[in-house]
Nanobody
Framework: QVQLVESGGGLVQPGESLRLSCAASGSFFSIYAMGWYRQAPGKQREPVASINTSGSTKYADSVKGRFTISRDNAEKMVYLQMNSLKPEDTAVYYC???????????????WGQGTQVTVSS
């Protein structure tokens, strides 16, 4: 049974940075794509960033150039570096370990419990 634990969320002002971390348990971490999703109040969960087993990344248009996803297979960790944060980035951020290798598809995989990110002055 895979467990994912996110950390690093918090309250920041616009323009500041945060780094989210996701620690995974279980075996075969390196063969799965990993991703970050977010859900704002009253909105559907949406993809933010994905990293596949080869290290290729994909980003939502709204975060391109500001967010960077990375992974450390030896430590079974995935990170989301968020720079130049905006109020519209406010959401609960979820880590996903997908059962696919090419992209962190939300229809099959394991989710973390989420970490709150609030961007406000």
């Amino acid at each position: 049974q895979v467990q994912l634990v996110e950390s690093g969320g918090g309250l920041v002002q616009p323009g500041e940075s945060l780094r989210l971390s996701c620690a995974a348990s279980g075996s075969f971490f390196s063969i799965y794509a990993m991703g970050w999703y977010r859900q704002a109040p009253g909105k559907q969960r949406e993809p933010v960033a994905s990293i596949n087993t080869s290290g290729s990344t994909k980003y939502a248009d709204s975060v391109k150039g500001r967010f960077t996803i990375s992974r450390d297979n030896a430590e079974k960790m995935v990170y989301l570096q968020m720079n130049s944060l905006k109020p519209e980035d406010t959401a609960v951020y979820y880590c996903l370990q997908s059962y696919y290798s090419d992209y962190a598809r939300p229809d099959s995989g394991s989710w973390g419990q989420g970490t709150q990110v609030t961007v406000s002055s």
